[in-house]
């Protein structure tokens, strides 16, 4: 195997280890990544209204996407803690298909990227969404989540491709 082919998280014992970035240049890095929790239109109105039973959910989904990216390294084995710079999370409700769109946004100046923190960040608020409104729709899916957008770095810019459709 090339050393281009091989998988950086993995060392010549094929055993995994923690990737040295210390030789990396410090770059600005950014990382956009996004998801979707369906639900059923009931829900969604409930959420819209602000009657949901644990309270302000939108707020909390939130707060909880933003602690998340923020602590990614303890959560996603050999992720290199990082000082992010920003991490925002927007919520956007959605009536066809009915649910909340969730868009997370990472930044931080270092030697590696976002990418997992902003898929963390997005990963977490779903599920807050989903804990939050379980007592009104245990079918809610969670879904669609993916990097949408990824800039810095040795390896460059990249932007996913639209989403297909959904199939449901």
Same mark, same amino acid.
């Given at each position: 195997?090339?050393?281009?082919? =091989?998988?950086? /998280?993995? %060392?010549?014992?094929?055993?995994? /280890?923690?990737?040295?970035?210390? #030789?990396? &240049? ?14 059923? &239109? ?7 209204? *602000? #009657?949901?039973?644990? *309270? #302000? ?10 602690? !998340?990216?923020? =602590?990614? /390294?303890?959560?996603? &084995? ?6 992010? !710079?920003?991490?925002?999370? #927007?919520?956007?409700? %959605?009536? *066809? ?33 989903? @804990?939050?409104?379980? !007592? ?7 879904? =669609? ?7 810095? *770095?040795?390896?460059? @810019? ?11």
């Amino acid at each position: 195997m090339t050393k281009s082919s =091989r998988l950086s /998280h993995v %060392n010549e014992a094929g055993e995994a /280890h923690m990737v040295d970035v210390s #030789d990396k &240049p410090v770059t600005a890095r950014t990382a956009i990544a996004e998801g979707f929790v369906a639900m059923k &239109p009931e829900t969604l109105a409930l959420l819209k209204r *602000g #009657d949901a039973p644990k *309270g #302000d959910v939108l707020a909390t989904a939130r707060i909880a996407g933003i602690m !998340a990216a923020k =602590r990614t /390294h303890e959560l996603i &084995p050999l992720c290199h803690p990082l000082a992010l !710079a920003k991490a925002t999370v #927007d919520l956007e409700t %959605n009536s *066809g298909p009915p649910g909340v769109r969730v868009v997370a946004e990472v930044k931080t100046t270092g030697r590696t990227g976002v990418e997992m923190e902003a898929l963390t960040a997005v990963s977490v608020t779903c599920l807050t969404l989903y @804990d939050m409104l379980k !007592a009104v729709d245990r079918a809610m899916i969670l879904e =669609r989540i993916r990097l949408i957008e990824k800039s810095g *770095g040795r390896s460059g @810019d990249c932007r996913a491709e639209p989403a297909p459709e959904r199939s449901s």
